[in-house]
């Protein structure tokens, strides 16, 4: 990357940070700008009230040596004035940093929002791809604070750029080389700056990978969820042996950076002060020859000192804005990313009560040596009972991601109702489905929004949960909570309350049910935490929820297995065999096989 400033690509980031500040308060942009005009133009005006006040004491002096007196208002008169420019200008910085805050928090809201809603447009395949998610790292860490630096640096380039039109028209006076001479020894500095600000986002870009391991590392060191394990196994040395090493790695090249660049700095801020001085030096030599009054030396030595500092602010700010720049590059690169519009329109399909249908399905995950489905055909009808079989790994998962949209085929379709998933309306066809995966969450909830979140338009509603809970088998060891529905849920908030996995299974069962318009129940390992009486009853309620529905069941225990209507065995993501339980048993195939396999632990 040029260390050279790209001004079209600059110029457009800036304009996109402004556009995103002024739609966040475009009271607090306004007032920015304002208090930033202010503080632009007030130094240079305290600077000639100085010399007014210098000239104007010295004239006093002569005056009260030659007639013993002198008036004091024209000396006070300077003053006054001064004093209140100088209150002015602390009221503009005062104002700057108020609004600066409050604009932080506002516009740190606005981004972090466009970046969780534009996540939820996003497609299961690119959570699950390493890259993007170090892209959405890098977004949610730095993107909520750069636009606002960038548009406090654009402004401070406006402000120090004010400063020195208002300083250059009083060292016009002076000399024109004076102006040469104050940018001229900012220059080396400001390549510097932005030669390292290149390097320091290649840097931070280069290494998310890491970064985002260092933060899992932490989560499992600190989360309750895994620090049973951890201890139990005693790997936290370890992981903190690992944590250290990637932190030695990345300071390392955190140091390398700094040295880099400090050194640097350093050395071509000596051009910088050099120039300061000879220009100090000719001010001095000038005064001394009577060539200015000695208020005007004052003058000019601070301009020249408050002017090599708002050149240097401005050069800086510039580099700042092209490390801002890029930085801020990934968030719209991020909110770019993109997004398959959901153009099904269908909400019933052309053959009601056809059910539902894949034919030839097959899919391959990006990157895989084989396909994790390949050649699928099966059909489940209303009030029947599907049921898949297979190892891990096996595909049956997956099959359920297509079934509910979260992944597309790569061929072949699936059907509802005589219509292809893809033209249906993606809200429609979810309010028909309820699920449960085998990694269900563990909301940090109540009880009663645990449950609710099955179906958001009843969230709150107090009724329903109860019937859920009750088909779910849970209400029996909720009410026995202290506060029932309204029990809050896991370590994470004060009074919370944690649940064995059996319990936590049948929150996430009621939460199936709590769709009342779903006609596709979909259980995934539904009793994997349940004791074998509490499986069974689980099981019978389910039977009578299921009546004149599509009942498609994955489970690793035959005894839940062989009710189904229809058993399905995959391997390597293929039908090896498909029939009902006595059909299976009969073949003597390799579902008979698992199941005497399994059959032998209870006999």
Do not use: C
């Not at 690509?9 to 009271?27: E, H």
């Not at 001479?181 to 890491?210: I, K, N, Y």
């Not at 919370?496 to 769709?515: C, D, F, V």
């Not at 009710?563 to 195939?589: F, P, T």
């Amino acid at each position: 990357m040029p260390t050279f400033i790209r001004f079209n690509s600059l110029l457009d980031q800036a304009q996109k940070a402004l556009l995103l500040v002024w739609g966040t308060s475009r009271g607090l942009m306004l007032g920015l700008v304002l208090a930033t005009l202010m503080a632009g133009v007030l130094p240079a005006l305290a600077a000639w009230l100085g010399q007014r006040i210098v000239d104007a004491v010295v004239a006093a002096m002569q005056l009260h040596a030659q007639q013993g007196s002198a008036p004091l208002w024209p000396v006070l008169r300077y003053v006054l004035l001064e004093a209140g420019v100088l209150a002015l200008l602390s009221g503009a910085q005062r104002a700057l940093s108020v609004q600066q805050s409050l604009l932080r928090v506002q516009l740190g809201q606005k981004v972090n929002t466009l970046i969780l809603e534009k996540a939820q447009t996003l497609s299961l395949m690119q959570f699950e791809n390493s890259e993007f998610y170090d892209k959405l790292v890098r977004v949610r860490r730095e993107a909520s604070t750069r636009p606002l630096g960038l548009v406090m640096k654009s402004l401070g380039l406006i402000q120090n750029l004010i400063m020195l039109i208002s300083f250059g028209v009083l060292l016009l006076h002076f000399s024109p080389w004076a102006l040469v001479l104050l940018v001229v020894g900012a220059l080396p500095v400001f390549f510097a700056e932005a030669h390292f600000s290149g390097d320091a986002f290649r840097l931070f870009t280069r290494r998310a990978p890491e970064s985002r391991q260092q933060n899992y590392i932490e989560t499992l060191l600190s989360h309750e969820a895994y620090i049973k394990e951890v201890k139990l196994f005693g790997i936290a040395p370890l992981l903190l042996k690992r944590y250290r090493d990637t932190f030695a790695r990345l300071y390392a090249q955190d140091r390398d950076l700094t040295l880099r660049r400090d050194g640097w700095g350093f050395v071509l801020g000596l051009l910088g002060t050099a120039a300061f001085y000879l220009a100090y030096a000719w001010v001095v030599l000038d005064a001394i020859h009577g060539q200015i009054s000695l208020g005007q030396m004052t003058m000019y030595l601070v301009l020249f000192k408050q002017g090599q500092s708002a050149v240097s602010s401005s050069l800086g700010a510039i580099s700042g804005l092209y490390e801002d720049g890029l930085y801020l590059s990934s968030l719209y690169e991020y909110l770019a990313e993109p997004v398959h519009t959901d153009t099904g329109h269908l909400t019933a399909g052309e053959q009601p009560g056809d059910g539902l249908r894949f034919q030839n399905v097959g899919f391959r995950y990006p990157g895989a040596s084989h396909a994790a489905l390949e050649g699928i055909d099966l059909h489940l009808m209303p009030g029947r009972s599907l049921a898949l079989v297979g190892q891990n790994g096996s595909g049956k998962t997956t099959l359920i991601k297509l079934l509910t949209r979260l992944y597309r085929p790569d061929h072949g379709r699936i059907l509802l109702d005589g219509s292809d998933l893809q033209e249906w309306q993606e809200a429609a066809l979810r309010q028909r489905i309820g699920v449960i995966f085998q990694d269900y969450i563990r909301y940090q909830f109540t009880v009663g929004e645990n449950i609710g979140v099955g179906d958001t338009r009843a969230f709150n509603d107090e009724r329903r949960w109860k019937e859920a809970a009750d088909e779910g088998m849970a209400a029996p060891f909720i009410e026995g909570l202290d506060r029932g529905y309204a029990t809050q849920l896991g370590r994470w908030f004060a009074g919370g309350q944690e649940l064995s996995g059996g319990q936590w299974q049948k929150i996430a069962l009621s939460r199936a049910y709590m769709r009342r318009d779903a006609d596709i129940l979909i259980l995934d390992e539904p009793t994997s935490a349940l004791d074998p009486a509490a499986e069974a009853a689980v099981f019978e309620h389910f039977s009578q929820h299921a009546e004149g529905r599509m009942t498609l069941l994955i489970s690793h225990r035959f005894s839940s297995v062989r009710n189904a209507d229809h058993i399905i065995v995959l391997e390597r993501g293929r039908i090896l065999e498909q029939g009902g339980h006595s059909d299976l048993i009969a073949s003597n195939g390799h579902y008979a096989k698992l199941f005497d396999l399994q059959a032998r632990g209870y006999r």
